[in-house]
């Protein structure tokens, strides 16, 4: 049964981190003012055909605070790049220079980081909902043992067990929100 309980925290941890993880991409999709190459994650570029993430037919990099270069590996890519990033509805502005694309990130106004810290506290609520359907499944499969013949003290201390890891995984969660909060708010 031990076993058993063991395979089912093991679940739960790789279930929470999924959350935490998810938490952490999609706050690092989010803009604070700062240019970053993951700004143009999303960014989905049309490429014989098919298409291709932004990072797999150019360089992306960030010189300074307040614009990203992208640099394709086939000057062809040029118009695509910057048809891609128009499209891609991240409120920037690709401007071609004949060897590469040069987005220059407005500062943002107060009211759009109001927007950015609510989208955060969304993320942080989506994060928290993984968690507890993490939590329901761990807590019905101990249930499903104590049926099978697991002792009322085992699963009750293995629920609490559960608890616990959810617990520590959703205060990380809440600090990454309070981290990337700070960022938005900081002119």
């Known amino acids: 049964m031990n076993e058993d309980i063991k395979m089912i925290m093991d ?3 790789e279930s929470a981190q999924k959350s935490l993880n998810h938490v952490f991409t999609e706050l690092a999709k989010l803009r604070a003012g700062r240019a970053t190459p993951s700004m143009l994650d ?3 570029v049309e490429y014989y055909g098919s298409k291709v993430p932004l990072s797999q037919v150019a360089n992306v990099n960030t010189p300074d605070a307040k614009t990203i270069i992208v640099k394709p590996w086939e000057k062809g890519m040029l118009e ?3 048809k891609a990033i128009m499209y891609a509805n991240l409120g ?3 401007q071609n220079d004949g060897e590469q694309v040069i987005i220059n990130v407005p500062p943002l ?5 109001l927007g950015i810290v609510k ?3 969304a993320e942080n609520e989506h994060g928290k909902i993984g968690l507890r359907g993490a939590r329901k499944d761990a807590i019905d499969m101990i249930k499903l043992l104590q049926k099978d013949g697991l002792s009322e003290d085992m699963a009750k201390d293995a629920e609490a067990d559960v608890q616990k ?3 520590s995984y959703s205060v990380r969660i809440d600090e990454a929100i309070v981290v ?3 960022e938005i708010m900081t002119i």
């Open 11 to 13: 679940e739960l941890r």
């Open 42 to 44: 999303s960014v989905m």
């Open 80 to 82: 695509e790049i910057s």
């Open 92 to 94: 920037l502005n690709p």
């Open 109 to 113: 106004t107060e009211e759009r980081r």
């Open 119 to 121: 989208q955060a506290k």
């Open 165 to 167: 890891v959810i617990e």
């Open 180 to 182: 990337k909060e700070k």
